[in-house]
């Protein structure tokens, strides 16, 4: 599915780039309506490439774990994202510039939303296929296809319509349309993911006490921008889930409310906004990665637990067989 994923932005990228040749300069405005100013790319690219570093410092001393080469990959756009972003400053009255940046910073977090669809079905394997099967409203083994089928499916539709958008008069209105339907289908399609989410946390407490219940370790021991030992505690990992989820709807929110204004709402041209409440919160939330390390809590050592010398998908089993009473 990631190699599908990658084709698609790379398909969407050159669709961009033909529709704004339609029209390559605007002599009347800036393109975004406003020249961006130069000193939060530079803190963009910062933020980002630092998060990236420890990430992907993180990724090599852990064996390279492919379920979390989706959140590499986000990080590392969303810099070239900002680097394009000065890009544009440079000439904001050529289409081009405007619809390939924008395009790769609408774009990246995709990947964002598929790490979160990885973990929640790696985290539910780690507690026994019983407990998955039990716990999350969608079969595991179907979970990340189906939305992350759904994603590449909204992201065409709105990589086309930035571009159409981009590229000005009659176009313009009909890419204002589609962006808003593309919108619409991710909030809608991330709203049931976080139910899932909710759902597999609610019914694993309910059902399984005895795995909800884990031994606790300090604050200090499981935190860290350096730390790669395990963790016992895998609901360290779904809180920090939760948290990335609620950056992400902020996010998903916020462009929905920008792009429902139009292509000249009071949102779309105060870059401001664009900040505090896309770029800011995905950083933040995808850096919680950087101190909690999710190969930490699935790893074949993280998964054992101290009282009872058997790991977590042993357990679900046997709870689920001694304490019928659930």
């Known amino acids: 599915m990631l190699k599908h994923l990658l084709s698609t932005l790379a398909v969407l990228a ?53 379920y979390m080469i989706t959140l590499l990959i986000g990080m590392f756009f969303m810099s070239i994202g900002f680097a394009l972003r ?57 979970l990340v296809k189906i939305f992350l089928a759904a994603d590449i499916l909204t992201f065409l539709i709105q990589g086309g ?70 963790v016992d505690d895998w609901r360290q990992l779904y809180i920090v889930l939760c948290l990335t989820s609620v950056a992400i709807l902020i996010r998903c929110a916020f462009r929905l409310c920008e792009y429902l204004g139009g292509y000249d709402s009071y949102l779309a041209t105060h870059e401001a906004f664009f900040y505090s409440f896309d770029a800011f919160p995905l950083w933040l939330g995808m850096t919680l990665f950087v101190f909690l390390w999710p190969a930490r809590c699935l790893s074949p050592r993280a998964l054992e637990h101290s009282y009872t010398g058997t790991s977590n998908m042993e357990m679900g089993k046997r709870i689920l067989t001694s304490d019928s009473r659930y």
Request: charged share 10%; aromatic share 14%.
């Open 86 to 142: 000065l890009w544009y400053i440079g000439n904001p009255y050529k289409v081009m510039n405007y619809a390939v940046s924008n395009s790769v910073t609408l774009l990246s977090p995709c990947f964002f939303l598929a790490t979160d669809y990885v973990l929640l079905s790696q985290l539910s394997l780690s507690l026994g296929e019983e407990v998955s099967r039990r716990c999350l409203l969608i079969r595991r083994t179907w």
């Open 161 to 230: 319509a930035g571009g159409m958008q981009a590229s000005g008069g009659s176009m313009a209105n009909l890419g204002e349309k589609a962006m808003l339907g593309g919108l619409g289908l991710q909030v809608a399609s991330f709203g049931l993911f976080v139910l899932v989410l909710a759902h597999f946390g609610f019914k694993v407490r309910q059902l399984y006490p005895s795995v909800w219940y884990t031994p606790t370790q300090s604050f200090s021991e499981i935190y860290g921008p350096l730390k790669i030992s395990p």
């Open 14 to 66: 050159c669709a961009t780039v033909a529709l704004a040749a339609d029209e390559a300069t605007s002599t009347e405005r800036p393109i975004s309506g406003f020249i961006p100013l130069k000193w939060p790319c530079y803190a963009g690219i910062l933020l980002y490439g630092v998060s990236w570093i420890f990430l992907f410092a993180h990724w090599i001393r852990t064996g390279r774990p492919s």
